[in-house]
């Protein structure tokens, strides 16, 4: 499951640099998460960091983006691969 950024984000700037799959970016109004490159920091992390930094809890579960940790690990790999490309 990727992690979604809520209309509670105050943009504060913490979350982006914390994200070691670069899935975070400014969206029109609030920062946003790419479901396609969040691994809930499995592979590199145990808690995903942005939640770990959020000064207002506003990065909860996508409960549309449902992954199991196999296939987090799994997207981790690809992404891993992708950028030693």
């Given at each position: 499951m990727a992690l979604?950024?809520?209309d509670d984000c105050i943009n504060c700037d913490v979350?982006?640099?914390e994200c070691p799959n670069d899935a975070i970016s400014m969206g029109p109004e609030i920062y946003e998460i790419d479901p396609n490159k969040c691994t809930e920091c499995v592979g590199h992390?145990?808690?995903p960091q942005c939640q770990q930094v959020c000064p207002v809890a506003c990065i909860p579960f996508n409960p549309a983006w449902r992954?199991?940790?196999e296939?987090?690990?799994a997207k981790f790999?690809?992404?891993?691969?992708?950028?030693?490309a």
């Open positions: 979604m950024i809520t979350c982006e640099p992390f145990d808690e992954e199991s940790k296939e987090l690990q790999e690809h992404l891993q691969a992708a950028k030693a």
